[in-house]
């Protein structure tokens, strides 16, 4: 069956792999997040910490993952270092994000950067985050910060996953944290950050050679028998609403994982206990990349799309290949039908700080020791490497 699927390769496709600036840096002592991970009764596991040490180790990431054969690699740019204080901008900080930059171009690496990836710097978040009365204005003056250090940089994603966002918010004022990640949304935080986003498309397309786009954590909501109407319901707010945003960009970032079945009772159907499970307790679902693309194409009316992230955790690199395996032959099927994919970013390059399960869900093509920061790549890299240039997937 897999002989027939053919993938486009590198260098026409991207082909690479994503991460997060506070999930590999280290030390993103002025952010948020920081600030959530030490705060007494967190949810979160543990401190992130040095993470991987990433924010000196870059080159040698980089140099990996072009030395396996790929051509892109995501990651962000962390506000909270370019802006510590509100209107003090770091120009060492910006400096340091042009060499990341740089050292991809000098490596044959196409840089896709992220301008905000969850976190957010402590002071904003303090006044209010999203919801503070100019928050686009100070949102957007960042933006157009950031654009100095863009040139040559054609493709930027402004917000990371808002519909997560979203969620988190509309979960912290209901004070349910555990039901992250599917709690009903706070609305209002959606629509300012679509605004937000709309602000930064208009100066990044200011540049003239920037594409610009958000990425949607994309959930392939199922409807149980006869659950048509509530699935509906459940996946407007948390997905479609932020699709539609999408329909004017440039490109429109899919990141997907799994699926979530939602039943007639308009409320997400738990998994039996004979699905194999993920180390972030998700169930195994390759399928769900072709699903989330094909739906992403339906929803957007056909705006190119880019897999800013798709991966799983897991201690077993046989699995990451077999997953990733299955999630493009989805790819490769969704392509012959007609959907426009410009490339694929595997999540994550690096094993890094999984938010609030700490460094324990691996997602890395590459291991990294947490006390020496040496990096040791998996067999899954090689791979991945290789598809990118025959574009053929071993059968
Ligand atoms: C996020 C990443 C995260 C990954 C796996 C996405 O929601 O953008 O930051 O690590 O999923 O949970």
């Given at each position: 069956?897999?002989?027939?699927?053919?993938l486009?390769?590198?260098?026409?496709?991207?082909?690479?792999?994503?991460?997060?600036?506070?999930?590999?840096?280290?030390?993103?002592?002025?952010?948020?997040?920081?600030?959530?991970?030490?705060?007494?009764g967190?949810?979160?596991?543990?401190?992130?910490?040095?993470?991987?040490?990433?924010?000196?180790?870059?080159?040698?990431?980089?140099?990996?993952?072009?030395?396996?054969?790929?051509?892109?690699?995501?990651?962000?740019?962390?506000?909270?270092r370019?802006?510590?204080?509100?209107?003090?901008?770091?120009?060492?900080?910006?400096?340091?994000?042009?060499?990341?930059?740089?050292?991809?171009?000098?490596?044959?690496?196409?840089?896709?950067?992220?301008?905000?990836?969850?976190?957010?710097?402590?002071?904003?978040?303090?006044?209010?985050?999203?919801?503070?009365?100019?928050?686009?204005?100070?949102?957007?003056?960042?933006?157009?910060?950031?654009?100095?250090?863009?040139?040559d940089?054609?493709?930027?994603?402004?917000?990371?996953?808002?519909?997560?966002?979203?969620?988190?918010?509309?979960?912290?004022?209901?004070?349910?944290?555990?039901?992250?990640g599917?709690?009903a949304?706070?609305?209002?935080?959606?629509?300012?950050?679509?605004?937000?986003?709309?602000?930064?498309?208009?100066?990044?397309?200011?540049?003239?050679?920037?594409?610009?786009?958000?990425?949607?954590?994309?959930?392939?909501?199922?409807?149980?028998?006869?659950?048509?109407?509530?699935?509906?319901?459940?996946?407007?707010?948390?997905?479609?609403?932020?699709?539609?945003?999408?329909?004017?960009?440039?490109?429109?970032?899919?990141q997907?994982?799994?699926?979530?079945?939602?039943?007639?009772?308009?409320?997400p159907?738990?998994?039996?206990?004979?699905?194999?499970?993920?180390?972030?307790?998700?169930?195994?679902?390759?399928?769900?990349?072709?699903?989330?693309?094909?739906?992403?194409?339906?929803?957007?009316?056909?705006?190119?799309?880019?897999?800013?992230?798709?991966?799983?955790?897991?201690?077993?690199?046989?699995?990451?290949?077999?997953?990733?395996?299955?999630?493009?032959?989805?790819?490769?099927?969704?392509?012959?039908?007609?959907?426009?994919?410009?490339?694929y970013?595997?999540?994550?390059?690096?094993?890094?700080?999984?938010?609030?399960?700490?460094?324990?869900?691996?997602?890395?093509?590459?291991?990294?020791?947490?006390?020496t920061?040496?990096?040791?790549?998996k067999?899954?890299?090689?791979?991945?490497?290789k598809?990118?240039?025959?574009?053929?997937?071993?059968?």
């Amino acid at each position: 069956m897999t002989e027939q699927l053919t993938l486009p390769t590198a260098p026409g496709f991207l082909w690479g792999a994503s991460t997060a600036a506070h999930q590999i840096e280290g030390g993103n002592v002025n952010s948020d997040w920081w600030a959530k991970e030490h705060a007494a009764g967190t949810p979160c596991a543990e401190s992130s910490g040095d993470a991987v040490d990433s924010y000196h180790r870059y080159p040698e990431d980089v140099r990996l993952l072009a030395d396996a054969g790929l051509n892109a690699y995501r990651f962000s740019v962390e506000w909270a270092r370019v802006e510590p204080a509100e209107g003090e901008i770091s120009r060492a900080q910006l400096a340091h994000y042009r060499r990341v930059i740089d050292t991809c171009l000098a490596a044959g690496v196409t840089p896709v950067v992220t301008l905000l990836h969850f976190t957010l710097p402590r002071w904003f978040a303090e006044r209010g985050g999203w919801f503070a009365r100019d928050a686009v204005d100070a949102y957007a003056r960042y933006v157009e910060t950031v654009t100095s250090i863009l040139d040559d940089v054609r493709h930027v994603v402004t917000i990371n996953e808002p519909n997560i966002t979203s969620m988190m918010l509309g979960a912290s004022r209901r004070s349910t944290l555990d039901a992250v990640g599917l709690a009903a949304p706070d609305e209002a935080a959606s629509e300012i950050q679509a605004t937000a986003h709309r602000r930064a498309v208009e100066v990044l397309r200011g540049l003239g050679h920037v594409r610009a786009g958000w990425t949607v954590a994309n959930q392939v909501f199922q409807a149980a028998p006869g659950a048509e109407a509530a699935r509906d319901a459940y996946a407007y707010p948390r997905e479609d609403y932020f699709l539609e945003v999408a329909r004017d960009d440039d490109f429109v970032g899919v990141q997907s994982y799994l699926r979530t079945i939602i039943g007639p009772d308009g409320e997400p159907v738990p998994f039996g206990d004979d699905v194999e499970r993920t180390l972030t307790g998700w169930e195994y679902y390759p399928q769900a990349l072709g699903e989330a693309l094909e739906y992403t194409h339906r929803l957007t009316g056909g705006v190119p799309m880019l897999v800013t992230e798709n991966g799983v955790a897991t201690a077993d690199d046989d699995r990451r290949i077999d997953y990733t395996t299955g999630a493009l032959e989805g790819m490769a099927r969704a392509m012959s039908g007609g959907c426009r994919v410009e490339g694929y970013l595997h999540w994550s390059l690096l094993d890094n700080y999984e938010w609030m399960s700490g460094f324990a869900p691996t997602f890395g093509l590459i291991a990294v020791d947490r006390t020496t920061f040496e990096r040791t790549p998996k067999p899954s890299l090689a791979w991945l490497g290789k598809v990118a240039r025959t574009g053929e997937l071993p059968g």
